[in-house]
């Protein structure tokens, strides 16, 4: 995938993680993971960019799948933030997600995810 600039890296990952999110809704886990690995090279990107913290703007996306990616993504950088994002599709949300969002703050909150998101 070629990436040309920061707005066509953030353009992707709203594509990639609704993409991904389509998938984890229909139980597909090879469209799942072909979003996934997309989504961690965007992500490996905006981050050599100094970019990363960009995905701030996804928090208020109409779709709760962005919201956990970009959340996910800058719990290193604003956990505050993210941790409250997380809480409110844990909430408010009726579908997969809900459980996506709860098991990405256990293993934050457990520690796992510090590296694996810090890239």
């Not at 709203?14 to 965007?42: L, M, P």
């Not at 996910?72 to 950088?77: A, I, T």
């Not at 408010?92 to 934050?108: F, G, L, P």
């Amino acid at each position: 995938m070629k990436i040309k600039d920061v707005n066509h890296a953030l353009s992707l990952f709203e594509k990639h993680e609704i993409k991904f999110g389509e998938g984890s809704d229909a139980g597909n886990s090879s469209k799942t993971n072909y979003h996934y690995d997309k989504i961690r090279e965007i992500a490996g990107f905006l981050k050599k960019e100094k970019a990363l913290p960009n995905l701030s703007i996804f928090f208020k996306h109409p779709n709760p799948w962005v919201r956990v990616g970009a959340a996910v993504h800058l719990l290193p950088w604003d956990e505050i933030k993210s941790l409250e994002v997380l809480r409110l599709i844990e909430t408010n949300e009726k579908r997969i997600v809900t459980i996506e969002a709860q098991y990405c703050m256990e293993e934050w909150e457990n520690g796992d995810l510090k590296h694996f998101y810090t890239l």
